[in-house]
């Protein structure tokens, strides 16, 4: 899955897109013991990033239908996209999160690539989305919080 986040990412800093990776996605790359079926990303809801987004997951091979590229172009809340080389979805208001903007004042370049938001927002998105496998999740994902900033590592 990391090469595939690489393609992805390398895509995304090719067409100028302005985004977080949000949900576990993130919290694995902070170095979360978890696996993921999909990445989460939190763009910036601008036309500019979002045609930017378009072109970018285009070049890559993803499948762009006029129906989906339209919902990328207007920022729909939720996008989920499994015509491509990665499953994705695109989270344009995510729960918990109450704005690009402070969520990427928080944000954390993981190995110089990877822009994640911070864990504390992983967590307070978790937490405001009421999933059953969230809230299951929250404990494990706390316990790892504490260590991290108990390292000094956030």
């Known amino acids: 899955m990391k090469d595939l986040l690489l393609k992805l990412v390398d895509s995304f800093y090719k067409n100028n897109v302005d985004y977080l990776i949000i949900g576990k996605g993130a919290a694995i ?3 979360y013991p978890g696996t993921t079926q999909d990445i989460d990303i939190f763009p910036k809801k601008t ?3 979002c045609l ?4 970018a997951l285009k070049e890559i091979g993803f499948i762009m239908d006029e129906k989906l ?3 990328i172009l207007q920022g729909k809340d939720f ?3 499994r015509g491509g080389p990665i499953p994705l979805d695109i989270v344009f208001a995510p729960d918990g999160i109450e704005s690009y903007e402070d969520a990427k004042k928080r944000m954390k370049m993981i190995e110089g690539k990877f822009p994640c938001a911070s864990i504390d927002d992983v967590i307070l998105s978790k937490k405001a989305s009421g999933r059953q496998r969230d809230k299951e999740e929250l404990p494990r994902l706390e ?3 504490d260590e991290l900033k108990k390292r000094g590592l956030v």
Not at 52 to 55: F, H, I, Q, S, Y
């Open 29 to 31: 790359l902070y170095g």
């Open 69 to 71: 590229e339209k919902a």
């Open 79 to 81: 996008i989920q996209i």
């Open 52 to 55: 930017n987004l378009v072109n």
């Open 143 to 145: 316990s790892f919080r």
């Open 47 to 49: 036309k500019e990033n």
